[in-house]
Structure formats: structure tokens, C-alpha cells
């Protein structure tokens, strides 16, 4: 039998975390036969709902989950964690402004980076969720010298797996069928959704969506500005922002980054540029990757049209001026 990994979820007693926790307990990230320790992480002021959340978990009997670890203490939540999924974030509240959001969250991001290089597992996994994803990824990663860069990363999978789903409604196919889609860039309304490299299963073989769907006006407009807003419309539809379809596609990015992309499938991560693309390097920008022995690599030699370098460009120069805007929050 497997030895348990120890996997963190901060910002537990939300709502992410409540569709998440259950998602591990049942294999749904580590895969069916990995046993599992979680530990979750929340403030005072959330410690009872916390505790709620590890009642539920104990009561569901999840036959996968060996510990619970339910604190508000950073270091003892992070102590020995194989994987982090960082949730918990300060959010941004009516008539706050943008600077006052983001120094909340760089002071949090630093103090937990210190927390997890101290004391995480060696190769810890770091995933950030909360928002600004990106930019609170990098403050991890300046803060934790000593994680390697290539260890933490932040999730606009649920960016991917939503383009897959426009264009498989649209298409009246499986989602499970189109595949390579890409989001470059920010979690953001800036991001762009690129299909240009994107193909569908048919009874004929691979077919590009380009080709299938027949309509680049649509492809050009309505498709991109219907996943870059998909999360606006989900909050007025429910009065809150996603969280099963979040947690979901947090699970998906583990899972493909331990376990592995299917051949000739990638996935979108965001990661510590490298200059790929012309992308800066030093931002944490969503790429098109494939994951190998729990390594992820950005898929090179893409094409990039005139329409989609302008677009990489966009949502490069938001990520560069947010993480201006963390740095100044340093100092
Ligand atoms: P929520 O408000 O329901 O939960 C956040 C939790 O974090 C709360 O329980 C809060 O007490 C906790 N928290 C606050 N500061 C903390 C700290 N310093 N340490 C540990 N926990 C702390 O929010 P929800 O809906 O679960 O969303 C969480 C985050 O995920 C938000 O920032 C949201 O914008 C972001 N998000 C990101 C997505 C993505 O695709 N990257 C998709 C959806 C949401």
C-alpha cells in the first residue's frame, strides 16, 4: 500500500475549500489509490466553521483519508505537505481599492511562502487559487527562494476547461473530445482563450475547431469574451463566485502535473515565464504545458498569429503592472 500524502488546502471554511476537501478525500486529485493526509488551513475568525468542515469529513468515511490536520496555525499546516493548494485570500470588498486588495494579499502570500519553504515536504507542489492567482504565485515564489521555481504554479485550468466547454456546446460534442485549447496569460479578463491549435474527435478523425466550427467571428468575439467573463456571469447567476467547477479544475491541474498529460494532450498552467513565446520572464503567465515524471514543460514551436500576439501582449503588460503594483505594496 501507498504511503498518504499530505495535501493543504488554505482557506479551508470556504466555499472553495467545501467542495474541494471532499474531492481529495475521495482520489479525485492523487488518483483512486493514494492514500491521503489533508491539512487545512484557515483564520480565528473561521476556526469553528473549520472545525464543521472536519466533523463532515470524519463523517463521510472516506476510506482514502487517513489524518486530518484542521488549524489556524500557518506552520503547523504546513508541516511536511507534499502538496499545497492555496485558496485563502483576502477578497476584494465594495469601495476597496485595487492597491489596498493586493497589499492584503502580498502580506499574506509572504507570510505563508516562509511557512511552506520552512517547513513543507522537499518538492512540494505549490497550486494558487486565490486571487490575483498570478501575481500571488510570484510573491510565493520570491518568498520561498527556496522552493524551486518550477514548483509553484497557479490554476487558470478552470479557464481551460471552461473554453473546452464552450466549444463543446457549441459544437453539440463530448467535452471529453475536444482537446488543446489554450489560456495564455492571466487569470484575469485580460487572458486570452486561443483555439487556433485546438481539435475535435470526430468519426473522421481530428479536426480542428477552426475548421468545425466555420464561424471566426464568433471564435474571435462572443467565444473569448464569453470564458474571460464566464466567472462574472457564474457570481450573478449565483450570488457567489465558482467553487465546484473551481475546485474541480483544481483537481484536474494536480493530477495531470503528478500523474501526467495524455500523449498528445496539453493542458494550461500558469508558470514562471521562462521568455518562452516573448512572454517576460519573471511573470507568472499561463502557457500551454505538458506534464511528464511530475514535471511540467511548455509546449514550444506553437504559431502565433498577428491577432493572438497582440492579445499574449495584453494580458503580459496587466501581469507586469500587477506585479509593479505588489512590489510597491513591499516597500
Ligand atoms: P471564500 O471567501 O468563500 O473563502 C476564502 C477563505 O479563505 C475564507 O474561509 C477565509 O477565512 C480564508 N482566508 C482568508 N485569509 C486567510 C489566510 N491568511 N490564511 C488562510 N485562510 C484565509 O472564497 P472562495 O469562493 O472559496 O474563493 C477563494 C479564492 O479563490 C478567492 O480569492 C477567489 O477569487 C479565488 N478564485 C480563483 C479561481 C481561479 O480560477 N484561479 C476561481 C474561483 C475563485
Redo the contacts with the bound molecule.
Keep these: 500500500a501507498k504511503e498518504p500524502l499530505r495535501v493543504l488546502v488554505?482557506?479551508?471554511?470556504?466555499?472553495?475549500?467545501y467542495a474541494l476537501v471532499p474531492m481529495i478525500a475521495r482520489g479525485v486529485m492523487l488518483g483512486p489509490d493514494q492514500p491521503v493526509i489533508l491539512h487545512m488551513?484557515?483564520?480565528a475568525?473561521?476556526a469553528e466553521?473549520l472545525n464543521g468542515v472536519k466533523m463532515e469529513l470524519v463523517d463521510a468515511a472516506f476510506p482514502l483519508l487517513k489524518g486530518v490536520v484542521a488549524t489556524t496555525d500557518?506552520v503547523e499546516a504546513c508541516t511536511g505537505v507534499n502538496v499545497a493548494v492555496m485558496?485563502?485570500?483576502?477578497?476584494r470588498k465594495e469601495g476597496m481599492e485595487r492597491k489596498d486588495v493586493m497589499s492584503k494579499n502580498v502580506s499574506?502570500y509572504k507570510s505563508?511562502a516562509s511557512a511552506l519553504e520552512k517547513h513543507a515536504a522537499a518538492n512540494c507542489k505549490v497550486l494558487v487559487?486565490?486571487?490575483p492567482?498570478n501575481t500571488n504565485a510570484l510573491i510565493l515564489k520570491e518568498f520561498a527562494p527556496s522552493i524551486p521555481e518550477k514548483n509553484i504554479t497557479?490554476?487558470?485550468?478552470?479557464?481551460h476547461n471552461r473554453a473546452l466547454g464552450q466549444i463543446s456546446e457549441r459544437l453539440n460534442v463530448q467535452v471529453s473530445d475536444v482537446k488543446n485549447v489554450i489560456i495564455w496569460g492571466n487569470?484575469s479578463s485580460t487572458q486570452y482563450p486561443d483555439v487556433n491549435h485546438a481539435t475535435v474527435k470526430t468519426s473522421a478523425g481530428e479536426k480542428p475547431v477552426r475548421q468545425l466550427v466555420a464561424n471566426d467571428e464568433w471564435l474571435n468575439g462572443e467565444f473569448i469574451t464569453t470564458v474571460q467573463q464566464r466567472?462574472a456571469a457564474i457570481i450573478k447567476a449565483r450570488k457567489?463566485?465558482?467553487?465546484l467547477s473551481?475546485a474541480s479544475?483544481a483537481c484536474d491541474h494536480i493530477r495531470d502535473w503528478v500523474l501526467g498529460t495524455p500523449e498528445g494532450t496539453w493542458v494550461s498552467m500558469g508558470v514562471y515565464s521562462d521568455g518562452s513565446y516573448n512572454v517576460p520572464a519573471g511573470l507568472i503567465y499561463s502557457f500551454p504545458v505538458t506534464c511528464k515524471n511530475g514535471e511540467w514543460s511548455i509546449v514550444q514551436g506553437l504559431p502565433i498569429d498577428e491577432f493572438s500576439r497582440k492579445k499574449l501582449d495584453l494580458t503580459a503588460q496587466e501581469l507586469s503592472e500587477e506585479k509593479a503594483l505588489a512590489y510597491s505594496c513591499l516597500s
Design positions: 488554505t482557506g479551508a471554511a470556504g466555499q472553495i475549500g488551513l484557515d483564520i475568525p473561521a466553521a500557518a485558496v485563502g485570500g483576502f477578497p499574506i505563508q487559487v486565490a486571487n492567482a497557479c490554476l487558470t485550468r478552470l479557464d487569470h466567472g457567489l463566485s465558482s467553487a473551481a479544475s
